[in-house]
């Protein structure tokens, strides 16, 4: 479904990305996983037509992709949840995800959508910059699903999320994977987040793929040292 | 709006229809600046070069044709191509802000000398000269189309100014309120999100800038009627600054806040004009600073936030 081929980016002389080379089937959920400064959220918003691509390909079903404007990628089926949330505090959350749905029919696709998001319905009215940090995550979710994308690219969605919440964000991730088929990357720096859902997890370092891991091996206290830098007893 | 204007004739002399009229076209031009930069969030500088081509537009074409409803009808469009040329390259160029607020502001200044310099014979469009910085005077006032010959008295005009500005202000509204009105909006609040949720931002902010141009326009046309009357003066940087003044007192993000800061600032400018005592443009400075420092959202909106005392849904998105 996604095909990038030696992929490189930087922020004016500043090279982020250094050839990255990824794979995405159908209905995978694939984990990238890396430290601070290696690339993961420029790779995503490279992906979706934010950062400029220097060389290399990026091909989404087949359709070349590398040069075109990040709202075309969206309508091709491209989402993207990202960093911080970023949904649009002055508008009411039904808004919002209104605004998610390009096109006629947006009434009947927010009603749809928060069936998957029973926590959102009380809050239709309220204002999206009132919410939590973890009801902002899930709006913004929603709102990325009520466009109808075929693979949604998640940036860090447990960073400042409360427990509780992480829960059943990773409910509401295993709902999309399993049962709507979604096909999902997912950056993280929470193991634990990206261990349970994801299938497979590839290793990004000074911006291109190191390694490519099984969720279990991120149990593994030699992998987590040597790749991660995380030392556990 | 709709009851007072049309009992306003009624009790006020001529004068004061005439003043009225005229208070109502610059809220026109007041409400596309608020549409422009209060939901566009598009900071235009040079609204006043949309005003002065739709007066220059009417001018020429009613002095040409000797007949307004033609004329009425290109003062509306021909700066509404104007700012979809200009709009074009700005916004698909990918100009950030500020460059965009210099580049508005410098159009405008260009057309504020090129008109200067069109005194002589020379410079004539069909029988209309232009005049250069001595204007155009007596031109023809608006008709009832087709009939040239029944040229509209004051309170049919003050009738008509109103009726414009009603459905403006209508017609801006329900826009806003529609689905087109919400993504301009979400724009304003953030631009790379709405791209990456698939709306096309450089087309909806260029439909925004189209639609302030052809109101400003249409303002322009009023004006011009109003006074039978247009000099270079429409472009000059007093005028396009004035517009901001008007929307910075009334309040951004508001429909009746331009209009009731332009209504504010124009009676003052008309009462203050009668006094020898202070510059009206340095009171009017001293009013703009005194607005961003001490009340920066402006009258509206601020009066909105000590009347919201009581709990409850709120949408910052209200189009009025």
Redesign the interface.
Known sequence: MLSVTDLHARYGRIPILNGICLEVAAGEFVGVLGHNGMGKTTLLKTLMGFVPVQRGRILFDGADVTHEAAYVRARRGLGYVPQGREIFPGLSVRDNLRMGFVGRGAEERVDAIVQTFPRLVPLLNRRGGALSGGEQQLLAIARCLAGNPRLILFDEPTEGIQPSIIEELVAVLQTLHRKQALTIVLVEQNLEFIAELATRVLLIQKGAILRELQPGELRQAGVLSEFIGVDRA | MVVIALGVPQVVDQFGLLQLTIFAAMCILALSLGFVWGYGGILCFGQSAFFGLGAYAYAVTAVDLGESTAAAILAVLVPAVFAALLGYFMFYGRLSDVYLGVITLSVTLIFFNLMNSTAGDAYRVGKARLNGFNGMPSLPTLNVPGDPARLLDPTETFYLVMAFLVIVYVGLHVLLAS?FG??V??IR??E??????????RLHKLLVFTIGGGIAGLAGCLFANWGAFVSPNVFSLTMTSQIIIWVIVGGLGTLVGPIIGCLIMQYLATTLGTQQLANTNLIFGIIFLAFVLLVPRGIVPSLRALGARAPG?????DPA
């Open positions: 689905h919400r993504v909006v979400a609040e953030n790379a999100r709405c791209e990456l949720l698939g709306y096309d931002v849904p709120s949408r910052v998105h």
